[in-house]
């Protein structure tokens, strides 16, 4: 009985390319960070200046 090669046996894991922009994607996952921190921030000021 002959065993299957795995995947991991036949194709050696590639290195992630990097992001189109910013260079990293340590960087991309700060600036979703700080733009969802901004969008939080922006909404509790909104419900602040318009609740009753």
Do not use: H, K
């Amino acid at each position: 009985m002959t065993r299957e090669p795995q995947d991991s046996e036949t194709n050696p894991p590639v290195a992630d390319e990097p992001p189109p922009f910013l260079g990293a994607w340590r960087r991309v996952y700060a600036a979703v960070l700080i733009y969802l921190a901004a969008v939080i921030f922006l909404f509790y000021l909104f419900g602040r200046a318009f609740a009753g």
